[in-house]
């Protein structure tokens, strides 16, 4: 068994041929596409962990030579000598001086969840921003820094999943159009076309209202609406090289039509799709935080950028709410816009083939 570098470069294909290492270099001398790709995942793996950033239970107790995980279990308070076999509240004093008798807290840079609603209040909710609650807290009296956090990763998560699964259906439904031609082409053409034309929002908002609004739910939503985004795109590199002189050789050698289409002209037509997604990326985020915005996106109660915009609208009084939304928004989608060019220019052919 070969397992030389000739073998890994097999292996990897597309990501170590000569081309794309040139397309590579070309990616990192753009400084600021390249810079904010490494912000942009630094950001979203720091947010991957928000219960280690921004929780009202403390990451670890150390309690009689036992050590305990708050964050990931339950405890009753009956396990730290307390009277009540409910869960225990970490943040009632009572709790905490039973643990500091026989032992420590670790507790999260900010002691508090997306949900936790601070009671402790010295004036009406929302209140500024303070050594308490870094960003102030909304019109519940919840912290707006934590919900940032978690609706920071709830965005990204949302965005690319719906990113990944209308570009697979998308790339699947062009590479068909594009390879068969003829009749199939044309009545997908005028399907696509109605199906375009449609309302969309419109739509999004009626089905919301009548289905239970959820992270999934709202996943199919959108994705019946988002998956022709790169159709027009493959059908058009299918349609050009489905008459080029190697896939006719493989058709008479008698290789099968899915091999052809997905071994042989699908990676021709990647260079051209693959400088799409990170604007689509861009427009799932953008699509999920206006349905927010609207009321018609996730469950109330969910930390969601778009709800943050609704309260800053809510609250003119508190323009720490509707700026902190704004610039959170605003930096996540230039550094995405900022990647997208980037990998824009690094396929250019008269930047490659140089």
Same mark, same amino acid.
């Given at each position: ?194 199906? +375009?034309?449609?309302?969309? @929002?419109?739509? %999004?908002?009626? /089905?919301?209202?009548?289905?239970? =609004? $959820?992270?999934? #739910? *709202? ?63 861009? +427009?799932?985020?953008?699509? @999920?935080?206006? %349905?927010?915005? /609207?009321?018609?996106?996730?469950? =109330? $109660?969910?930390? #969601? *950028? ?49």
């Amino acid at each position: 068994m070969n397992t030389g570098p000739a073998a890994t470069s097999r292996f990897l294909g597309f990501a170590v041929t000569p081309i794309n290492r040139r397309r590579w270099e070309n990616f990192r001398r753009n400084r600021r596409g390249f810079w904010s790709l490494w912000v942009f995942l630094g950001l979203f793996a720091l947010c991957l962990f928000a219960e280690l950033l921004a929780n009202d239970r403390p990451i670890l107790v150390v309690y009689d030579g036992g050590l305990y995980t708050p964050v990931t279990t339950v405890y009753p308070e009956t396990a730290f000598g307390g009277d009540f076999p409910t869960e225990a509240v970490y943040t009632d004093p009572f709790v905490q001086e039973l643990i500091a008798e026989k032992g420590w807290i670790l507790w999260p840079p900010i002691r508090f969840s997306y949900a936790t609603i601070d009671t402790a209040l010295d004036r009406p909710a929302p209140s500024p921003p303070d050594g308490r609650h870094w960003l102030g807290t909304d019109d519940q009296a919840r912290d707006v820094l934590a919900r940032v956090i978690y609706g920071f990763r709830i965005s990204v998560l949302f965005g690319l999943l719906l990113t990944l699964m209308s570009s697979a259906i998308g790339i699947a439904a062009g590479a068909v159009q594009g390879f068969y031609g003829g009749l199939l082409d044309l009545s997908f053409q005028r399907f696509i076309e109605i199906w +375009g034309g449609m309302p969309t @929002l419109y739509i %999004l908002i009626i /089905l919301s209202s009548v289905i239970v =609004p $959820g992270f999934l #739910s *709202l996943l199919i939503l959108m994705l019946l609406f988002s998956w022709t985004s790169l159709v027009g795109v493959v059908r058009a590199e299918f349609l050009r090289a489905r008459s080029l002189d190697y896939v006719r050789a493989a058709r008479a050698l008698g290789v099968s039509d899915t091999v052809i289409m997905f071994r042989h002209m699908l990676p021709n037509a990647m260079v051209a799709t693959l400088t799409f997604v990170p604007f689509i990326l861009n +427009g799932s985020i953008t699509a @999920l935080t206006s %349905l927010d915005f /609207l009321g018609f996106g996730l469950p =109330p $109660g969910s930390p #969601s *950028l778009g709800e943050l915009l609704s309260q800053g609208k809510n609250n003119l009084q508190a323009p720490w709410l509707g700026l902190t939304a704004f610039f959170t928004l605003a930096i996540m989608l230039s550094l995405l816009i900022f990647v997208g060019e980037a990998v824009r220019d690094a396929f250019d052919p008269r930047k490659t083939f140089r």
